[in-house]
Structures are given as structure tokens and as C-alpha cells.
């Protein structure tokens, strides 16, 4: 999964999670809300965590072309 997460800052300074518009399937979005309520859920973040090593491992075995 290519997670595009950018930040916009608006005008009154405040900062703004911001999705790549080009996400068909929602998944990018999807990351974004997990990350925010795994703030305050334990098991959440410890799942998201898991899920991220997983990603990470994959991406780090596959060989570049």
C-alpha cells in the first residue's frame, strides 16, 4: 500500500491530515483513521503497529527491477 499522508496547514495555522485525492479504493484514508483513533485505543495501536512491521517486511523482501 503506497500511503501518501501530507499535512495542510490552514490559514488560521491549524494543521490539517490530508489523503492522496487519487485513492480509488479508500485504503490511504482508511490508514488515516486507524492512526487517529489508535491514539486512544491500545489494542488498535498494537494491531496498526503489527500491520506496519508486516508491511514493511514485505516491501524490504521485494527485489527492486
Same mark, same amino acid.
Given at each position: 500500500?503506497? *500511503?501518501a499522508l501530507r499535512?495542510? *496547514?490552514?490559514e488560521?495555522?491549524?494543521?490539517l491530515p490530508v489523503t492522496?485525492?487519487?485513492d480509488e479504493d479508500g485504503d490511504e484514508a482508511a490508514l488515516l483513521a486507524v492512526a487517529i483513533l489508535a491514539?486512544? =485505543?491500545?489494542?488498535? =495501536?498494537?494491531?496498526?503497529?503489527?500491520?506496519?512491521a508486516e508491511q514493511t517486511e514485505? *516491501?524490504?523482501k521485494t527485489p527492486f527491477p
Amino acid at each position: 500500500i503506497n *500511503v501518501a499522508l501530507r499535512i495542510a *496547514v490552514m490559514e488560521d495555522g491549524q494543521e490539517l491530515p490530508v489523503t492522496n485525492a487519487f485513492d480509488e479504493d479508500g485504503d490511504e484514508a482508511a490508514l488515516l483513521a486507524v492512526a487517529i483513533l489508535a491514539n486512544t =485505543r491500545p489494542k488498535l =495501536r498494537a494491531k496498526l503497529h503489527q500491520f506496519r512491521a508486516e508491511q514493511t517486511e514485505t *516491501v524490504l523482501k521485494t527485489p527492486f527491477p
